[in-house]
């Protein structure tokens, strides 16, 4: 049996998990315990969902390099859709937007430029 522990106030969370070894058992489990009374509470007993956790949940997102490559690659993807913008802009002769910025807010903060 596991009964989950609240880390902040050290307390039972109200629940727990009964692992079986038949599946008979734990389907007899449910269905003469489910919506019993115990110790003054009515209780639930239902078949648990399977944990969809990913592989690896736990490790640190800088175990490799996966992470970094596709921050990089979209720093890279980003100032190529900027260096075309620019170059439509000149070809249009239109002001060149430069320094897109974020403000504190997450709204941009855009400085334009006159090309010379």
Do not use: C
């Not at 998990?17 to 734990?26: H, L, P, S």
């Not at 639930?44 to 490790?59: A, L």
């Amino acid at each position: 049996m596991n009964i989950p522990i609240d880390h902040v106030t050290e307390k039972m969370r109200g629940y727990a998990f009964v692992e079986f070894d038949e599946v008979d058992d734990a389907k007899a489990a449910i269905d003469n315990y489910d919506q019993t009374e115990f110790l003054e509470r009515t209780i639930r007993v239902r078949k648990s969902k399977p944990n969809d956790m990913k592989p690896n949940y736990h490790d640190a997102v800088w175990r490799n390099d996966d992470w970094l490559q596709k921050i990089e690659q979209k720093k890279l993807e980003d100032e190529k859709f900027t260096r075309e913008q620019e170059e439509r802009s000149r070809t249009l002769g239109l002001p060149i937007f430069k320094g897109l910025e974020k403000k504190q807010d997450d709204k941009p903060l855009v400085f334009v430029e006159e090309d010379d």
